[in-house]
């Protein structure tokens, strides 16, 4: 397969699974043994492609925090997404002192994703007829911060899903519920996106030797996918659950343990 044909198809897998709550960690896991592995630099720039395409989504919450700062409402939005932020990255600093790392191979990853997809499913069931609020609690942002860590320390959580099920648990809608998260994902994963570039050109003693056309042409095609699938589940949840998604990652789940238990996925992954 041609490099650019892998770097295209790497793109649209990051730009789909980053944000939605399939894990983005499985879906590599599967493609990455067919695919050419590429370095965690490259992995890191797309992810941030992915991450950066979807702030126009949110002009409206953007524009106030530029322009209405001032005012109580957009001021106690704020301070909950510092507070999330906050606890993610105390925790992630933590975890990395602690070298706290669980493997990234199939088993711990389908387990992941089968009992996040029975959560979902579950979940969803629980609220039915419920009256949610769309008011993020301080209790949400402290909840969807340790969200993030969960998903960190266990590969195949998935961040958005994580953080979606816990403030969904906490009475937030949908709507409410997608929107802080995604919110307080964008400065979490570029954060960490960028001590990994610091530390890569560090560790390199310069620029990294990189094919870098190949990674602008991931960076790009994972931006424009993410963006229209953002935008896609930004309506979707409106009018949706999030049933079906706890399928798929059931399905993703037994698809990865029947490609374990033939042998096509090696126990470790990079």
Do not use: C
Not at 11 to 39: M, R
Not at 122 to 131: A, D, F
Not at 135 to 148: F, I, M, S
Not at 166 to 178: D, E, K, Q, S, Y
């Amino acid at each position: 397969m041609p490099d650019w044909l892998a770097i295209i198809l790497l793109g649209i897998i990051e730009g789909i699974s980053e944000f939605l709550p399939i894990s983005s960690t499985g879906h590599l896991l599967i493609v990455e043994h067919w695919l050419p592995s590429q370095s965690d630099l490259f992995n890191i720039v797309i992810q941030s492609g992915a991450v950066l395409a979807v702030i126009p989504l949110f002009k409206t919450r953007v524009s106030q925090f530029l322009f209405q700062w001032q005012q109580p409402a957009t001021r106690d939005y704020l301070g909950k997404l510092a507070v999330a932020f906050g606890i993610t990255g105390a925790g992630g600093v933590l975890m990395e002192k602690m070298h706290f790392k669980l493997p990234d191979n199939a088993v711990p990853i389908a387990l992941a994703l089968l009992i996040g997809g029975i959560a979902f499913i579950l979940v969803e069931r629980g609220l039915k007829g419920r009256q949610l609020s769309s008011d993020v609690t301080w209790t949400v942002a402290v909840a969807v911060g340790l969200g993030q860590l969960l998903a960190a320390g266990f590969p195949g959580t998935s961040r958005s899903g994580a953080t979606i099920l816990l403030a969904l648990i906490l009475g937030i809608n949908r709507v409410a519920a997608t929107e802080f998260t995604f919110l307080v994902g964008i400065p979490t994963m570029l954060a960490a996106g960028g001590l990994k570039i610091v530390s890569a050109i560090f560790k390199t003693h310069g620029a990294p030797t990189e094919n870098w056309s190949m990674v602008v042409l991931g960076f790009f095609v994972s931006a424009v996918v993410s963006f229209v699938v953002v935008k896609w589940l930004l309506r979707y949840v409106q009018t949706h659950t999030f049933v079906a998604f706890g399928y798929y990652r059931i399905a993703l789940a037994a698809f990865v343990f029947i490609l374990w238990s033939a042998g096509h996925l090696p126990p470790g992954h990079h």
